[in-house]
């Protein structure tokens, strides 16, 4: 098969299963209804708190789940009837079909995150009126487009991981609690290191001024070694092991 036979064929995996593509929904609507309630309950002047940047990109919090449910359920139906072992006799070579589907899930995730965090801006600041800010805030523009790449690297980072424990529900278990609760325990306990854990590290893009820490962009590329070395081990366990 040829490079977009096999890239089109790992679309229609995604669309054609409902949990991944609803997941990979799942990170708009959360992000939109989270803003929507958020920002229509909280007064004007409190709805972007000390870091109105920071504040307006909230929901990120909850689309952050969606998209590593998306990451990891892409990759575990794979591993449902056998259907890994389908897949690779249609696509023998192994780093084919492992960098299509990675591209798919990336691609997909960053054109969704993208649309996410720049909806979630500007439905947010429809509510606080004349506290409101726009793109020409410090900040905001470099936020809207890192909060979407951010969102795509974790989904990336939940598909290393899915590939290498074969398991949506064992990544889930593992990444879920650790992004709400095991990250602000480590943080309070560790001081400046926990600033490079994959969520702490990437979302220093969404802070108007970051305040120690890596900065935006180098916080970024923290969480993008954090994926890298999570598909290094997927493809690892791809290439070492039965299907």
């Known amino acids: 098969m040829s490079v977009t036979a096999v890239l089109h064929s790992e679309w ?27 920002f229509a309950t909280v007064g004007r002047a409190e709805a972007g ?17 969606a998209a590593v449910a998306f990451g990891a359920t892409a990759v575990s139906a794979e591993y449902v009837g056998g259907a890994l072992r389908i897949s690779l006799s249609a696509v023998p070579r192994r780093g084919l079909f492992y960098a ?3 591209a798919i899930v990336g691609a997909a995730a960053l054109g969704v995150g993208l649309v996410t965090a720049f909806a979630a801006f500007f439905v947010g600041q429809a509510f606080p009126g004349e506290h409101a800010i726009g793109l ?9 487009v890192g909060g979407g790449i951010y969102l795509a690297l974790m989904a990336l980072f939940a598909t290393g991981l899915s590939f290498l424990l074969r398991s949506a529900v ?27 854990l994959p969520d702490r590290a990437g979302q220093q893009i969404l802070h108007q001024d970051p305040a120690g820490g890596p900065g935006p962009w180098t916080g970024l590329a923290v969480t993008a070694l954090w994926a890298a070395a999570a598909l290094a081990a997927g493809w690892w366990a791809v290439r070492r092991r039965d299907a």
């Open 12 to 38: 229609i995996k995604i669309r054609s299963v409902r949990a991944s593509f609803g997941s990979l929904l799942a990170v708009f609507a959360a992000a939109l209804a989270v803003t929507v309630l958020v």
């Open 49 to 65: 708190g000390d870091d109105p940047v920071f504040g307006a990109f909230y929901a990120l919090n909850f689309a952050q789940i």
């Open 100 to 102: 299509a589907k990675t």
């Open 136 to 144: 020409g805030e410090p900040g905001a523009l470099r936020a809207c």
């Open 170 to 196: 064992a990544v889930l278990s593992l990444l879920v609690p650790f992004l709400l609760i095991v990250s602000f325990v480590v943080g309070d306990i560790a001081g400046g290191a926990a600033a490079y």
